[in-house]
C-alpha cells in the first residue's frame, strides 16, 4: 500500500500532485476483560472493543484512525496480548508528547490508557511502538496463543473465579481429550469447527493443543495455530469436551474433522474461559515477508489432502 492509499483508508483526502506527509506505523499491545464487550470488531449501537480503542484514538488524533488487529475475538472472549497497527501523520505522532520530554510512543500508551480509563478498567494498552518496516498484526504473525479454564466437578467450583472458568458437571479425561487433540494437529481444513467467512478460507496449521490438570484440580487447555478462524477454537473444545465425558471416543474428533460439515454434533463451548495469550512474530527482516505469504495462504483455492 503506497502512503497516498493508506492516508485515504485512514480517512484523509490527499489532492493528486500534493506532497503526502510521512506516515510511521504504531504497533500497540493490549489486553481486555472481553466480558462486557459484544466482539472485537466495531457494531452499530454496540460496545466493542475495536469501536472503543477507535473512539479513543480520535479523541487524541483529531481524526478517525482505522485499526487493524492480530485477530478478532468472539463476544466474552478475553485477551492478554491482543496487537493492533495503525498509522499516523509523523506531525500526529511528534504532537503525542505535546512538548514534553517524553517519547511519543511513551506519551502514546499513557494518553490512550487515560482516555479508555473514562469507561473503566476493561481494556489496558500495554505497550506502543514505533513498527518495524514490513509489519502487519494481522499478516506478519506467525502464530495465535489461547488458554482455556474448566472446573470438572463441582468440588472444584469457586464463585470467585467463575468467571474466567467453566463449570463442568462431570470429571472428564483428560488423558482421552490428548489422545483425541494429537490426532487433529497440523494443516487441515477445519471446516467442521469454523463459521465460514465469505470468500476465506477455512486451512489453518494448528501446531499444538494440549490439556493439563493443575495442582489444584484445574484444567488449563493451551492451543496454538496461525490463525484460527471463526469460534475455531470453542468449537474445537465443545468437541473434546464430548470426548472427556466420555460420550465420544478420541477418534471421533479426526472423523469431524475429515467430514468437514457442520451440523448438530458442532457444539462451541463457552467463550468466557478462553484468553488471547500472545500473538508471535519473527524477526524483523521477514515481517514483510511473512505478511505476504499469509495473504497468498488464505486464497480460498489453497487446499491440502487430510
Known amino acids: 500500500m503506497t502512503s497516498h492509499d ?55 488524533i483529531r481524526r478517525p484512525v482505522r485499526i487493524t488487529v492480530a485477530g478478532r475475538t468472539d463476544a466474552g472472549v478475553h485477551a492478554r496480548g491482543q496487537v493492533i497497527h495503525f498509522d499516523l501523520t509523523s506531525a500526529e505522532f511528534e504532537g ?7 517519547p511519543p510512543a511513551q506519551a502514546l500508551t499513557r494518553r490512550l490508557r487515560g482516555v479508555l480509563a473514562r469507561h473503566g478498567q476493561a481494556i489496558l494498552i500495554r505497550s506502543a511502538e514505533v513498527a518495524d518496516p514490513g509489519f502487519d498484526a494481522r499478516f506478519s504473525a506467525l502464530a495465535r496463543r489461547y488458554s482455556y479454564r474448566i472446573a470438572d466437578g463441582t468440588e472444584q467450583w469457586d464463585p470467585l473465579t467463575r468467571g474466567l472458568t467453566l463449570w463442568h458437571p462431570e470429571k472428564l479425561d483428560v488423558a482421552a481429550m490428548n489422545e483425541a487433540t494429537a490426532l487433529v494437529l497440523g494443516r487441515h481444513d477445519f471446516l467442521s469447527f469454523c463459521k465460514p467467512r465469505a470468500g476465506a478460507t477455512t486451512i489453518r496449521t494448528l501446531e499444538s493443543w494440549g490439556f493439563e490438570r493443575a495442582g489444584d484440580g484445574i484444567i488449563t487447555v493451551r492451543l496454538e495455530a496461525d490463525a484460527f478462524c471463526h469460534n475455531m477454537v470453542r468449537a474445537l473444545i465443545g468437541a473434546s ?29 463457552p467463550p468466557h474461559p478462553l484468553v488471547l495469550e500472545d500473538v508471535l512474530y ?25
Not at 283 to 290: K, P, S, V
Open 6 to 60: 493508506a492516508l485515504h483508508s485512514a480517512g484523509f483526502t490527499v489532492a493528486e500532485g500534493a506532497t503526502e506527509p510521512a506516515l510511521v506505523r504504531l504497533k500497540v499491545t493490549l489486553a481486555y476483560d472481553g466480558s462486557e464487550f459484544s466482539g472485537w470488531a466495531r457494531q452499530p449501537g454496540l460496545a466493542t472493543v475495536q469501536g472503543r480503542v477507535e473512539d479513543g484514538l480520535e479523541l487524541l
Open 96 to 102: 503525542l508528547s505535546r512538548g514534553r520530554d517524553l
Open 241 to 269: 469436551l464430548k470426548v472427556g465425558s466420555g460420550a465420544q471416543d478420541p477418534a471421533w474428533l479426526r472423523q469431524r474433522l475429515v467430514a468437514q460439515v457442520r451440523d448438530s454434533h458442532t457444539v462451541l463451548a
Open 282 to 306: 519473527p524477526e524483523a527482516a521477514e515481517l514483510a515477508r511473512r505478511a505476504e505469504q499469509t495473504r497468498a495462504r488464505r486464497s480460498p483455492g489453497d487446499t491440502q489432502p487430510l
